[in-house]
Structure formats: C-alpha cells, structure tokens
C-alpha cells in the first residue's frame, strides 16, 4: 500500500476545460488496529479508530486552445487542501498520529504531440504536516514535483499514460514512474475508470438529466513528515472505499455526491523517510469500518 501512495501523489488530476471547484467530507466509522508481518495478522491490543476527512480543490484553465485538429492545447493551476481528523483510542505506543494537513499548488499543461498522442506536464508543490499551525511548517514539510506524462489517445473515450516524476518524498530528489488512465462509457448506462488522482472507478445508471445512481469504488490518502526519536519519518493514511453513490445535478454544472458503504482498509503507519521503507514487509491499518461521504463539486 505505501507503494501505492507514493504514486498516487505523483499523477497529474485534470481533464476537463472548465473552471471547477470541489469540496468533500468523509466519515471513517471505529475499528480496529491490527499489523501484518509476512504470514501473521494480529491486533494490537485494544486500539482502535474513527475518522474524519475534508477535501477541497479548485482548477482555473489559464489558457484554453485548439490546433487544427481540433486537439485540446491548455494552460492551468490547480490548488487543493485536506485535513484528517484522526479520532484514535487505546494506543500504548506511538503508531499513529491524530492529525494531518496537506495543502498543494500546481502549475499544469497540456498539449497534442499529433494525432494520437499527447503530452501532460506538471510542476508545483505542497506541505504535509501533523498540524494545522502554520508557525510549526518547515522545510521538512515541504514537497516538491515535477512531472512529464506521455499520452496515447487509443480512442475518444480511452486514454493511457506513461512519464516519469521527481519529488522529495524521501527527503532527496528521487524520480519515479508516473501512470496515467482515463476511460469512459456514457449513456444510459455509464463506467468510469480513472486513475488521475488517487483511483476511481464507477458504474451507475442515469435515471435522468438530474440524478444518477452509482456503485463506486475509490482510493485515496494523506500524508505528513515528522520527526520521530530525532528520525525523519513518514506518516501515511490510506484507503480503499466502496459503495452505492447518488448523484444529483443541480442547473447545469452543480453536482451533489452522497455516499454509504465501506472502508474496505486503512492503512495508517508511521516509516522512515527513505525508500528501504517501501520495501519493508511489516504494515499497520485499521480493519474494515462504516463509510460515507459527502461532495459538492461546481463548474463554471
């Protein structure tokens, strides 16, 4: 799973042309704590937890164009917070922390290469911190990216990506492969496969131009640096969610998401800031819990 965060923070999250602004509670209800090392899975005493997420973004198009093949040239920024309320119980030893605060910019751009392929580009960079005080941020906290992504347009509807990306999620620049992948079926019926920021994918019925219902299954995280025993550290919070999603559209470009179902798994753990971290077999996570969420997203 730590694999899958790292990447997940390297991928580039737009598509559409529009001015867009998104904001997004979550519920995580309590469960419990437990640690997996090769064959053993065990609980760790009493712990246990609950969460809470907010989520808000905002995407400005700077410079929108079109070649003459009709193929889409465009300049954006792109701007996102969240906060994770950690409501932890019962824990003897430091494993987790109880808050997290990530905030990021980014400088993004799009251009067609030819007919078939296009290039995506980013550059930016964002604070991860275990705090909401802003008199505690330091250099530590802070992470910057680059990234490059080479996209091969196999239909309308499908795309794949494949760049590469540098940050300092390691505390040195490090470069890394970065994955893109978007597709689409629409009508009556709709699926979505999209993994842009975080993962989604969907698959709902459109009951009419005001309201579809969905089954969708999704994952996300946070992040935070600390220091630890005078250790740089990372603390990583990840999930994987499923479940049954009511979209309501408002006039033509607000939409309400209300949805209940699961937290499959979180994986919450503290590492070390370095890549040996991403190959070691001992990990921790909060065992499957009630979920639900709530989203307003607003295009202009």
Known sequence: MKKILVIAFMLIGYTNINAQIMFKTEYFGKSGYRMTEGDRDEKIGNSKGSATVYQGGINIPLSVSLNDKNRLKMWSISAGGAYAKLDNKNFTEPLVIDEIMNMGLSLDHLRPL?????MMASVGGGIYMPSTQFSKIRLKNVLGNASAIFIYHFKPNLELGLGISMNNSFGYPMVFLAFYFNWTAEGKYAVKISMMDGLEMSAGYNVNKYLSLN???????QMAFIEQDGKDKIFSHQYIVAGFRPEIK????IFILITAGISAIRPAEITNRNIKSMFQDKEYYFQIAPYTSAGLNIGF
């Open 114 to 118: 030819n007919d078939k392929w296009s």
């Open 215 to 221: 089954i969708v299954a999704e994952m996300n995280g």
């Open 250 to 253: 408002i006039g033509k470009q």
